[in-house]
């Protein structure tokens, strides 16, 4: 059985994560030692991506999002054109340091609709472990192809093409391919 060719993600442009840590910051009121101290990173590493520098991975951004409360997309989205399209194989990708995992926001919650949609790419090894998001976060994932394990500790389930699940995402979860070429469409509803 041939693997899969290993792809590296396209690094997400730093410009965008900086201008809207830059943003959430100022919302909140909150002192460059304040934010890394509630996402627990060290204050350099913030000074580095608001400076659009640095390498950040999903699980620093997922941090910084729940100790701003926001959702994971206020950080990595794009600025918004009146047409969007995204072809397989784009978009802003952030990968992670646990697993061969990477994430591709697809759509970003405009103000009234509250959702977030992913395109996600993974491959057999390490499970991707999630801590809890923002409370009221609801999770919709729909497998494209392989198998995927997904769900709350403790009540994860295998899926398949086509498969659907829903669960709650303000509790730890996790995803972990089970097939070589796995790929899901995960919706994060915020409320």
Do not use: C
């Not at 991506?49 to 990595?76: D, I, K």
């Amino acid at each position: 059985m041939t693997e899969p060719p290993s792809r590296t993600p396209a690094r997400l442009p730093l410009e965008w994560i900086a201008a809207s840590l830059k943003r959430e910051r100022a919302r909140t009121g909150l002192s460059l030692s304040e934010l890394a101290k509630r996402a627990g990173i060290a204050k350099s590493t913030l000074s580095q991506l608001e400076a659009a520098s640095g390498n950040p991975n999903v699980e620093t951004l997922w941090a910084l999002a729940v100790a701003l409360g926001v959702p994971f997309s206020a950080l990595v989205e794009p600025p918004v054109a009146s047409v969007q399209v995204i072809r397989a194989g784009e978009g802003p990708e952030v990968g992670s340091e646990q697993a061969n995992y990477v994430a591709t926001l697809l759509s970003a919650s405009p103000p009234a609709a509250r959702r977030d949609i992913y395109r996600l790419r993974a491959e057999p090894g390490a499970a991707r472990t999630s801590e809890p998001h923002i409370p009221g976060t609801v999770e919709h994932l729909i497998v494209g192809s392989g198998r995927v394990k997904a769900g709350p500790a403790g009540e994860e389930a295998e899926l398949g093409p086509g498969d659907y699940m829903t669960y709650r995402g303000d509790v730890a979860h996790s995803y972990e391919a089970l097939a070589p070429g796995t790929t899901f469409i995960l919706v994060m509803q915020h409320t």
